[in-house]
């Protein structure tokens, strides 16, 4: 494994926050032609998060080396976690729990029932994993502990429980991690600093631990949170939290990070998010064509088109003129994600194999 930025910049984390290696890191960063986007920006690069691991990378990689490098030495067997019925998340942990020996129970909530749901489905249970599917947070708090006692009287250890998203505090690491990365590429001249990094925001961990490395590698670069999510999931105050919390947790362990979080918080845009949760806007379907078009890499539905569409309605409006500006490109499924139907995503899928609560999302429309 190449070692890991915050172990080489900070040799004392080696212990602290130890890592299974999972992902394929650094990951390459692409300039795009800057004459084929709106609004004369100095320069445009993409950060290839999607190339973390093939066929399936994306950002949950990055948490999950250090989320699982602890439940490695703590010797667990089995996680829970949580998210929306095609939550990518699920899906990674349920696939690298899979690859470690730890088994995975993924406690899901209600979504629109859009094609990539049930590819996402799938490849939880081709990787193993139990779904339990809920009507609300209430629900799955009960579904939360019974899936634990019983993981305990199974396993005589208890389930390690990741927060929705992997933004637990060693889930953060992978990006704290990830912002070292990316300083390390800047000061070997791959790239301009960036003025400017527009990301998805979801749980957050990926946008906080991000503004956090780069402020340990004194980079003034301005992380662009775009909402994803219904606000009552992830707001401003909740993403300062969050912040605050690693803040903590990182000071408590020799890192400390400037008072006010890079001014984070206030650069959190929520007008891009739309009809719903993984439900396209029409900004977010010419965010997608026009990247496609350019850079032959594809931005799903719900979380990247609705970021990059940030970052273009910003252009539009001369907001990034003559600025170094950065896309982290956070979303690793299979290309043929955005190929499939929903007739494809029934056909060759044994409804009986699928817990009757998931069979909605397979159901042709
Ligand atoms: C593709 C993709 N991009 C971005 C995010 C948002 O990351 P975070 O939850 O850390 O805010 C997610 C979260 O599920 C995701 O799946």
Redesign the pocket.
Known sequence: MNPRAIHTAFPSTRDLFPCESLASLPTPVTPLDVAQFPGSLASLHLKRDDQTASPFG???LRKLEFILGEALQEKRRALITFGFAG???CVATARLGREVGLHTTSLLLPQAPTPYVAQNLTMGLEAGATLVHRQSTVGLAAALGKAWVSGLIRDKVPPKVIPA?G?SLLGMIGYVNAGLELAAQVAAGMLPCPDLIY?????????AGLQAGLALANMEAEVVPVRVVAQRYMSAQKLRKTQAALASFLGARGLPLPADGGGLCDRVRGEFFGPGYGESTEGSRAAASLVHDQAGVHL?A???SKAFAALLEDAHGGALADRHVMFWH??GGPEQASKMTEIEAAAGVDLAGIPRALRVYFEPR
């Not at 990301?199 to 946008?207: M, N």
């Open positions: 994306g950002n949950k939550s990518n998340h998203g933004s990301v998805a925001l979801g749980s957050g961990g990926t946008a799903d719900a979380y990247t956070t979303y």
